[in-house]
């Protein structure tokens, strides 16, 4: 298919990649388009678009995996963005993270002009970007969904429809949610561990082959302990997912408490210039010796 990839940060990259060698037709664009050149001297058979329009002009299906809300509505609906001249027909496909109440704006936006749209966030970090093992939630019309598995398939393993337009954005936030929450509590466990003069690496292994086990323990464990936090996923990051989450959940009346907590340790963490770095830096807030 003739696909249109918008932003190429640690994820988008990766996902681009695995859409070329699946042999689509892909046209690139990104903000430093310093990067989309770099990009297609990787991958020859990719275009390098100057802008998000022009990367659209003939593709069936656009691709977008940016930072937030406003950075999909910009390179969508904004001036020179990808719906200004899209072909008829053309199905929009935002894998960023960017909470339901944004997903359905944009998509109601698209469908005025004609166009299909998904919420289809990701899960699975960057080397599940790189082997083409990312789960995808899918929110939207269920006839599109299938129109969009082959190009999804060729990125991920996992390939979830999870309702009505938005409903990929819920899942994805309450997910991340769960996952801060999980790397928090780790923290404070090898923490307290330690204060308490524990063998580390017995309660590590002790932890993964029991009830105690969890895929943050297999990620974060070790970054945690080393103090290496070389990003695979941004702190700032997750905590923009943890604030989208906590908005929608309050939106229904609802409450997250352990995700409210999780926000605190995030933005203090953030406030200590960890922003930028992994988000198993989290930890950094969570020690009283600092």
């Known amino acids: 298919m003739k696909i249109a990839f918008l932003g190429l940060g640690i994820m988008g990259s990766r996902m681009a ?12 664009w990104n903000r430093t388009t310093a990067t989309a050149e770099a990009f297609a001297a990787q991958h020859p058979s990719a275009r390098v678009a100057l802008t998000p329009r022009d990367a659209a002009l003939e593709a069936e299906v656009v691709l977008t995996m940016v930072v937030d809300g406003p950075q999909v509505e910009q390179v969508l609906l904004g001036v020179d963005g990808a719906a200004d001249r899209a072909p008829a027909g053309t199905l929009f496909i935002d894998c960023s993270t960017i909470g339901p109440s944004a997903a359905r704006v944009i998509g109601a936006t698209l469908g005025n002009h004609g166009f299909a749209f998904l919420d289809a966030p990701v899960t699975g970090s960057s080397p599940r970007a ?6 995808f939630m899918v929110g939207g019309e269920r006839g599109e969904f299938e129109r969009a598995r082959p190009v999804l398939e060729a990125m991920g393993k996992v390939i979830v429809y999870a309702g009505a337009l938005g409903q990929g954005q819920v899942v994805k ?35 993964a082959a029991g009830s105690g086990g969890s895929a943050m323990l297999d990620l974060k464990a070790t970054p945690m302990r080393t103090r290496d936090y070389a990003t695979l996923f ?14 929608t959940v309050r939106s229904d009346g609802g409450e997250f408490e352990f995700g409210e907590r999780t926000e605190a340790i995030l933005a203090e963490a953030s406030e200590m210039g960890y922003g930028e770095q992994d988000f198993a830096a989290l930890i950094e807030a969570l020690r009283t010796d600092r």
């Open 234 to 247: 941004k702190l700032d990051h997750m905590l923009k997912d943890v604030r989208l989450c906590l908005e």
């Open 173 to 207: 936030v309450i997910n991340n949610t769960v996952a801060a929450v999980n790397a928090a509590t780790l923290g404070q466990a090898l923490l307290a561990g330690a204060g308490a003069g524990a063998d580390l690496d017995a309660l590590v292994t002790v932890m």
């Open 130 to 135: 790189e082997d083409g093992t990312l789960t």
């Open 17 to 28: 990649a695995n859409l070329a060698r699946a042999g689509h037709e892909v046209s690139v």
